[in-house]
């Protein structure tokens, strides 16, 4: 009822507070959804910065192969090239996880690729690796006739280079979104902190209004208050010289009637001695009329 009567007189008042509440309740639910948002772009920039990893890792790998078989073939050496093939298959591997998922080289539980252009060039990168784990073992086949110049070893060189390539390409891919991914990210902190500053500054606001409004209301009242006491003190002054004078009347009143009843009184002391008087004046008057006769 009091919040009613206070909307009624001041309805102004009213509705600046219920717009300050408003506005900042929408602040903090459109800060809320920014938070959320950055964790959602945190989480796929860090997904993106691990994939752009894995890719890398790849063309280490395949690297380190492509460099350890053309020694070993170079040097005719067949056991160091065995070995090689570990790396390789590594490759693959990581080649297999960043398309369908799995882990990375240390460890880290990678989710498939969700983008169609990041998993069209690691498909192509992985059909690459197949086909110079293809060439590399035909050549391992075929030592003797896969030297320098050789047409497979230009096959080998050309299916290593197409996937380097795609490899390439899927990293680059992957970092440019990951870097476009942190300046959402940075540009959505500086919206929220805005956002924030916004809600201090009106949570602020409305608070010094309301203090304000506070300030107004006590001094308003103490002024009340004041009147109020200045008028009972007139009133009691008012009364007080009322009860005064009537205690004055009653006390006149009182020596009235003692007054009265002490000439009363008097009145009937005289009377009476009056009366004596007239009683003996017959008798005198009888007493002497003889005489007389």
């Known amino acids: 009822m009091k919040g009613k009567d206070e909307a009624k007189t001041h309805p102004g008042k009213f509705r ?21 948002w950055v964790f959602v ?27 350890w078989f053309e020694e070993s073939i170079t040097n005719g050496t067949q056991e160091p090239l065995r070995k090689t093939f570990s790396d390789l298959d590594e490759a693959i591997r990581l080649s297999d996880a960043l398309v369908s998922g799995g882990k990375s080289e240390h460890g880290t539980v990678l989710a498939p690729l ?10 192509i990168a992985r059909s690459r690796l197949a086909r110079l784990m ?7 086949r075929n030592m003797p006739d896969s030297g320098i110049g050789s047409p497979i070893e230009i096959e080998f060189n050309a299916a290593f280079l197409e996937f380097d390539r795609e490899a390439r390409a899927l990293e680059i891919l992957l970092e440019k979104s990951a ?15 805005i956002a924030w500053i916004s809600i ?47 205690q004055e009347e009653i006390v006149e009143r009182q020596l009235a009637e003692t007054s009265l009843v002490i000439s009363e009184a008097e009145f009937r002391r005289l009377s009476a001695q009056f009366q004596t ?13 003889p005489k007389v006769s």
């Open 134 to 140: 293809e060439v590399a073992r035909q050549r391992y």
């Open 200 to 246: 201090i500054a009106a949570s602020a606001t409305g608070l010094f209004r309301h203090e304000r409004r506070r300030g107004e209301a006590e001094a308003a009242l103490a002024a009340a208050y004041g009147d109020m006491e200045r008028q009972i003190q007139a009133r009691t002054a008012e009364l007080s010289n009322a009860n005064r004078k009537l």
């Open 277 to 289: 008087l007239l009683d003996t004046i017959p008798d005198s008057i009888i007493l002497i009329a």
């Open 41 to 67: 772009i945190a989480e796929r920039q860090w997904n993106r910065f691990v994939w752009a990893d894995v890719a890398m890792d790849m063309r280490i790998k395949t690297a380190m192969f492509h460099l």
């Open 179 to 193: 870097l476009s991914d942190q300046v959402k990210a940075r540009r959505l902190h500086v919206v929220i902190i």
């Open 114 to 123: 969700d983008d169609p252009r990041f998993r069209r060039h690691a498909e």
């Open 16 to 36: 600046r507070g219920s717009l300050t509440s408003v506005a900042v309740l929408l602040l903090g639910l459109f800060s809320t959804l920014l938070l959320v």
